[in-house]
């Protein structure tokens, strides 16, 4: 097996200590690489005016392959406030470090799976028939387009002069916002195009084909978004007659979707949205199997090689300063697992996901989320497992 760099990027809050624990599982698990730190997060905006510096993109650039932690991201007027005196009032404006990542190197294609562990004792679980207590087992994956939609970052306050003269070109504008004054008016858009949109839903329909699912479901808002939703379910449509006439093509909207998941979740297998859609319906079954604590991801560009991988919990700021971390780190763990299938390390992959598999239904290791506690600094006084010590239990079963 060639050595390789990973290029690291702990980020903020918990992100430190779930991506050094994940090193170590890698390191029990064989897989042999050279880890260098990159810059990111919120200190870097705060003492540079950018949360992610050149030199992290170049790093990534060099070595491809980069495991996230967690970013801390605060609205515009809170985050300029925390700017170093010397960078106050240069006119510099926060955005999104990973955002950043998915635009700058095109990591279009967002995978998160969804699932279930048997033995955890977050899986959701409904009532059946009579009396009976049921717990279907999750396993879905979604597929996220990564780069367009909502998370654009083409929008206004007060738009210019060019931008409003464009919208009251359209009669629906003109009824409903005409008499709006230009400065009290915010716009962001939502845009799609073809190619990104092709991409995602092959990205998602080969994988139903590769993987045996029987069905993608294209989770838009085509009644009511009509451009855009409804340009993604024709495309689907298209591309799923001409190519993939085995798998079954559903349609759902994000809405119907959110109340159905708890109603029949094992019903689905690959699902595919836009970026703000995909956001939703990915946390929305995360939460099926446990929640964010289990929810994994891999963000990447395939023409690059160019892959991110990270958990999609956020950087839980009070968490990071108790004495003894106590978050989960099967998420990021699990990440670090959908790393080694991007780089073709597919048994130690699954000898990975085992170990996490058999500590889970085992169940005498179970972090705070895992036995139902409030996050507070004395849990593990109480009976929960440190974050390390929940990585001390993988490596033991590896």
Request: hydrophobic share 40%; aromatic share 8%; glycine share 8%.
């Amino acid at each position: 097996m060639a050595k390789r760099t990973i290029v690291t990027l702990p980020g903020d809050g918990i992100g430190k200590p779930v991506l050094d624990e994940t090193i170590r599982v890698l390191d029990a698990a064989g897989f042999e690489a050279d880890y260098i730190e990159g810059d990111i997060g919120w200190e870097f905006w705060k003492t540079e005016g950018n949360p992610l510096p050149q030199r992290t993109i170049d790093l990534i650039e060099k070595h491809k392959i980069a495991l996230f932690g967690a970013i801390t991201s605060k609205p515009k007027d809170e985050a300029a406030n925390e700017l170093i005196p010397e960078l106050q009032n240069k006119g510099l404006v926060y955005s999104s470090p990973i955002v950043g990542l998915r635009q700058h190197f095109g990591l279009d294609i967002c995978m998160r799976p969804t699932r279930s562990y048997k033995g955890n004792p977050l899986n959701f679980i409904r009532r059946g028939k009579g009396e009976s207590i049921e717990e279907p087992m999750v396993d879905a994956v979604i597929f996220r387009q990564n780069t367009e939609g909502l998370y654009g970052g083409v929008e206004w306050s007060n738009p210019p002069d060019k931008v409003y003269e464009g919208l009251m070109t359209h009669p629906k504008f003109v009824k409903n916002f005409g008499k709006t004054p230009k400065e009290e008016l915010s716009v962001s858009t939502r845009i799609f195009t073809k190619k990104a949109t092709e991409r995602i839903l092959r990205a998602a329909f080969d994988h139903a084909k590769k993987f045996g699912y029987k069905s993608v479901t294209v989770c838009e808002k085509p009644n009511v978004i009509r451009e855009t939703s409804g340009m993604m379910y024709k495309m689907a449509q298209q591309i799923q007659k001409a190519d993939y006439p085995n798998i079954e093509l559903w349609n759902t909207n994000i809405d119907a979707q959110m109340m159905w998941l708890t109603k029949n979740p094992e019903n689905y297998g690959v699902i595919v949205a836009g970026n703000m859609f995909g956001d939703i319906v990915s946390d929305g079954f995360a939460g099926l199997i446990g929640g964010l604590g289990f929810a994994c991801s891999a963000q990447f560009n395939p023409d690059s090689g160019i892959g991110v991988f990270e958990p999609t919990h956020g950087s839980a700021p009070k968490y990071a300063d108790y004495p003894v971390s106590i978050v989960n780190p099967i998420a990021m763990v699990e990440s670090a697992c959908m790393m080694l299938d991007f780089i073709d390390e597919f048994e130690m992959a699954k000898k990975i996901r085992k170990a996490v598999a058999e500590v889970i239904e085992e169940g005498k290791v179970r972090t705070y989320d895992m036995m139902k506690m409030s996050g507070r600094p004395d849990v593990v006084e109480k009976g929960a497992a440190s974050t390390t010590a929940m990585a001390d239990a993988i490596i033991a079963k590896l």
